[in-house]
């Protein structure tokens, strides 16, 4: 079985400064994806970035960029000029590409807070 | 992109009584949605997933009679909390997508009270 590790349960940033967010994932799997999800206070989860395990290249989104260490199974997350708007609950996931279940396993979540 | 509309966003109900919630995907056709459970401050649990056509498969632990998933249509998905009790007070969330891509677009949530 799949399992994601978020050993940060909370984790502060000044404004427009740069904060790493950790995850670490087990799995025999060869094929997988890997996503960081957003909860803002709304609790709607945004996407926010998406890594396919073939690519070496780490993925990007704006001020969003991943750190995707195939060999040591990790994943984290840097957010770049952090703004008063990215305080949320961001919670990493894993999904298994070509498996019979298309589940989605989530890691338990770290609360960033972005200070004025 | 991919929307999904939850209803309703907030429902107090009386002990005892069922609840329903509607998850429905606005401009794609979800081939399997999936139902989670939330409590404040931790991450989402899966209660079920549920494809087109089909029964829902319930992890572990979820009572099948107590959350009812009905998936008639490929653009809607229901979660049915029958005689409910405080302790099923909770957030639901769900969440559709296309296997083709694992892009899940997620529900805004169903806040459930029950008094």
């Known amino acids: 079985a799949q399992t994601v590790t978020q050993s940060q349960p909370e984790m502060s940033v000044q404004e427009a400064e740069t904060v790493t967010l950790s995850c670490t994932y087990d799995t025999s799997e060869n094929n997988y994806y890997l996503f960081w999800y957003k909860q803002p206070p709304s609790r709607q989860m945004i996407l926010v970035i998406r890594q396919e395990a073939y690519k070496q290249q780490n993925a990007t989104e704006n001020r969003f960029s991943v750190n995707f260490q195939k060999a040591a199974k990790s994943f984290s997350l840097k957010i770049s000029d952090s703004q008063l708007g990215d305080t949320a609950m961001y919670f990493c996931?894993?999904?298994?590409?070509?498996?019979?279940?298309?589940?989605?396993?989530f890691g338990k979540g770290t609360l960033l807070t972005v200070n004025p | 992109g991919a929307v999904v509309s939850q209803h309703p966003s907030r429902v107090i109900c009386k002990s005892g009584t069922s609840v329903k919630i509607e998850c429905r995907s606005l401009?794609?056709?979800?081939?399997?949605m999936f139902w989670y459970r939330q409590f404040p401050k931790q991450s989402l649990m899966l209660m079920a997933t549920?494809?087109?056509?089909?029964?829902?498969?319930?992890e572990q632990g979820v009572e099948k009679d107590k959350f009812l998933i009905n998936h008639a249509s490929l653009t809607l998905s229901t979660l049915t909390v029958t005689s409910a009790h405080p302790e099923d007070s909770s957030f639901y969330i769900c969440?559709?997508?296309?296997?083709?891509?694992?892009?899940?677009?997620f529900g805004s949530g169903t806040r459930l009270t029950v008094v």
């Open positions: 996931a894993f999904i298994h590409s070509g498996g019979s279940n298309y589940k989605l396993t």
């Open positions: 969440s559709a997508g296309a296997r083709s891509n694992y892009g899940y677009t």
């Open positions: 401009d794609f056709q979800a081939t399997t």
């Open positions: 549920s494809n087109e056509g089909s029964k829902a498969t319930y």
